[in-house]
């Protein structure tokens, strides 16, 4: 199938391809197409509205570009998995959202490990879950522990569309799973039991899940970030754990 693309907006998907290449290079990131991840895409995207300064617009030219190259490399099959099944086009607001660097995340760890409260284990399993994994809210709210296999170090999720997606665990989550599972009732670690729960011990929602990280950040005396955990990236945490 052909599109009727301009010749602009050729040369400008060319011009993104090329950027999203540099940023895989850049970072020591395969650049065979079947290594490419979703999670390495929101990197990228976060790269280039942190740092590079890009606008909005250019911001979702980039990511339909991205769909568009996808899309033709597994019509061709040159490509079994599409990365960019889950990389949606962000909404924004009239102000560019603020964004964590490495020294907020060190700072925001620092506070969350610090907590002495009666729910910081849980607290700090979740916010650490979203920053290594890039999980949506809605998928680590509905996690449960049949989803977790700590023994292979991998978790399941059920995106959009119920599509199923494989992460792996960070090595540093393992123990702290384990410390966690220790804190709850015996009844509340059963595989299809869900993995958090809110201080009335029912299931958490999203809408929780951002209050829980708002205060966080207020502890932490640090700025609410307009946008949501999930744009911490798992190079930011490794390169925390690198140097501790």
Same mark, same amino acid.
């Given at each position: 199938?052909?599109?009727?693309?301009?010749?602009?907006?050729?040369?400008?998907? #060319?011009?993104?391809?090329?950027?999203f290449l540099?940023?895989?290079?850049?970072?020591?990131c395969?650049?065979? $197409?079947?290594?490419?991840?979703?999670?390495? %895409?929101?990197?990228?995207?976060?790269?280039? $509205?942190?740092?590079?300064?890009?606008? *909005?617009?250019?911001?979702?030219?980039?990511?339909?570009?991205?769909?568009?190259?996808t899309?033709?490399?597994?019509?061709?099959?040159?490509?079994?998995?599409?990365f960019?099944?889950?990389? #949606?086009?962000?909404?924004?607001?009239?102000?560019?959202?603020?964004?964590?660097?490495?020294?907020?995340?060190?700072?925001?760890?620092r506070?969350?490990e610090?907590?002495?409260?009666?729910?910081?284990?849980?607290?700090?399993?979740?916010?650490?879950?979203? +920053?290594?994994?890039?999980?949506?809210?809605? #998928?680590? %709210? +509905?996690?449960?522990?049949?989803?977790?296999?700590?023994?292979?170090?991998?978790?399941?999720?059920?995106?959009?569309?119920?599509?199923?997606r494989?992460?792996?665990?960070?090595?540093?989550?393992?123990?702290?799973?384990?410390e966690?599972?220790?804190?709850?009732?015996?009844?509340?670690?059963?595989?299809?039991? *869900?993995?958090?729960?809110?201080?009335?011990?029912?299931?958490?929602? *999203?809408?929780?899940?951002?209050?829980?990280?708002?205060?966080?950040?207020?502890?932490?005396?640090?700025?609410?970030?307009?946008?949501f955990?999930?744009?911490?990236?798992?190079?930011?945490?490794? +390169?925390?754990?690198?140097?501790?």
């Amino acid at each position: 199938m052909k599109k009727n693309y301009s010749t602009h907006t050729v040369i400008s998907y #060319e011009y993104d391809l090329d950027q999203f290449l540099a940023f895989l290079c850049d970072h020591d990131c395969s650049t065979g $197409l079947a290594d490419i991840t979703t999670t390495q %895409v929101r990197r990228f995207i976060q790269n280039q $509205l942190g740092k590079q300064k890009q606008k *909005p617009r250019s911001i979702n030219r980039k990511i339909s570009c991205l769909k568009s190259f996808t899309k033709y490399c597994i019509r061709e099959k040159f490509l079994s998995n599409n990365f960019m099944d889950s990389i #949606e086009k962000p909404k924004f607001d009239d102000n560019l959202p603020v964004y964590m660097t490495l020294d907020d995340l060190k700072q925001l760890f620092r506070s969350i490990e610090n907590d002495d409260s009666s729910l910081s284990i849980r607290n700090e399993v979740m916010i650490k879950l979203l +920053a290594t994994t890039g999980m949506r809210r809605s #998928e680590l %709210v +509905a996690l449960t522990w049949e989803q977790i296999n700590l023994s292979n170090q991998t978790i399941r999720v059920f995106g959009k569309g119920k599509k199923e997606r494989l992460l792996p665990l960070h090595a540093a989550l393992i123990p702290l799973l384990y410390e966690y599972k220790e804190t709850l009732r015996e009844f509340q670690i059963y595989p299809t039991e *869900p993995v958090f729960l809110n201080k009335n011990g029912v299931s958490l929602n *999203p809408r929780g899940l951002h209050l829980i990280f708002k205060k966080a950040l207020e502890k932490a005396g640090l700025p609410p970030l307009s946008l949501f955990i999930t744009s911490f990236t798992p190079y930011l945490c490794n +390169a925390y754990a690198a140097g501790k």
